[in-house]
C-alpha cells in the first residue's frame, strides 16, 4: 500500500503504528482514537471468507439430498459389531480417497434403512469440506434425466452430459438398481460405469441387491467394472426407519 500524507491528513486520517502477533509490527492510517487493523490479516480473512463460499457453493451443487445435508459420521448410533467395522471400513476409505485417486470403488449393498444413504452423504459432505474433492452424489434414476433432459436442447448434448458424470474425482451413485423400463437408464449407467472404470476414477456404487441381482438387473459387464478393485461393505443390520416407528 503506498501512504500519502497529505491525502491522509485531509481526510482526517492519521498513521500510526500496530503490531499483529501472527505479522509484526505494521503501519496503518486510521480516525484519530481508532485502533490500526493489520491489513495482510484482512487479505487473509477476506480470502478465507472466499474459500468458505466456495465450498458452501460446491455443497448445493453436490447433489447430496435436502435431509442428509447436515448428514455427519458421528450422528450414527452404534448398532451392531457389524454396523461398527462397516462404518470403521467405510471412514478409512474415505481418508484415503481424499488424498489419492486410485483409492478404488466402494460397492455398499445391504437391506433397507441401513444408513446407507446417510453414510455416502456424510462422506460427500467431508470430503469437499476438508479436502475440496469435486464430489457429485446422484441416482442412477436422476443420471438418466439429466441426460435425457439434454435431448433438442440446443448447445447441450447427450455426450457432453455424460461426459460430466464420467469425470467427477468422486461419483457417489445411488439406488443403482432403481432404472426406468425403457432402458434409457440402464445404458446411461452403463456409459458411465464404463466410462469411469476406464479413467480409474473412484466410484461408490449403493443398492439393496445382492451382487447376483445386481448382475440380473444391470448386467454382468457393469457389474465386473464396479466390482473391480473394490471394498464392498455389507449393510445386513436392522431397519433404522422401523425402529423410529417403533418408539
Ligand atoms: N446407525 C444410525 N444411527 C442413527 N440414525 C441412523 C442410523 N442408521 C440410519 N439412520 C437414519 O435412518 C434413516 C435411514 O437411513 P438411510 O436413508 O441412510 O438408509 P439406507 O440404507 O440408504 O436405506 P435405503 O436402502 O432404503 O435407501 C436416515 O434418516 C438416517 O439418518
Ligand atoms: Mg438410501
Ligand atoms: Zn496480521
Request: charged share 25%.
Amino acid at each position: 500500500m503506498q501512504y500519502f500524507p497529505k491525502v491522509a491528513s485531509l481526510r482526517g486520517l492519521a498513521r500510526v503504528s500496530g503490531h499483529c502477533a501472527k505479522h509484526g509490527d505494521f503501519v496503518a492510517d486510521v480516525l484519530p482514537g481508532r485502533v490500526p487493523l493489520c491489513l495482510r490479516c484482512d487479505v487473509e480473512k477476506e480470502s478465507a471468507n472466499r474459500l468458505a463460499e466456495q465450498r458452501r457453493a460446491e455443497l448445493w451443487r453436490c447433489g447430496v439430498p435436502g435431509k442428509f445435508r447436515q448428514a455427519k459420521f458421528r450422528d450414527l448410533l452404534e448398532i451392531c459389531p457389524e454396523q461398527v467395522a462397516v462404518l470403521q471400513a467405510f471412514k478409512g476409505w474415505v481418508a484415503r480417497v481424499g488424498k489419492d485417486r486410485n483409492a478404488g470403488n466402494v460397492v455398499m449393498v445391504g437391506s433397507t434403512g441401513t444408513g446407507k444413504t446417510h453414510m455416502a452423504s456424510a462422506a460427500a459432505l467431508n470430503l469437499i469440506a476438508h479436502c475440496g474433492l469435486d464430489v457429485r452424489y446422484v441416482t442412477s434414476d436422476q443420471m438418466r434425466v439429466e441426460v435425457c433432459e439434454t435431448w433438442g436442447k440446443p448447445g447441450r448434448s447427450e455426450n457432453v452430459e455424460l461426459r460430466r458424470l464420467a469425470m467427477y474425482p468422486l461419483l457417489i451413485i445411488d439406488e443403482v438398481d432403481i432404472l426406468d423400463a425403457n432402458g434409457h437408464g440402464l445404458r446411461i449407467l452403463n456409459r458411465v460405469i464404463d466410462a469411469r472404470s476406464a479413467e480409474g476414477l473412484p466410484t461408490v456404487y449403493i443398492s439393496n441387491q445382492t451382487q447376483e441381482r445386481l448382475t440380473d438387473i444391470v448386467g454382468a459387464r457393469a457389474v465386473s467394472r464396479m466390482y473391480e478393485n473394490a471394498l464392498v461393505l455389507q449393510c445386513y443390520w436392522e431397519d433404522f426407519r422401523a425402529r423410529r416407528m417403533g418408539n
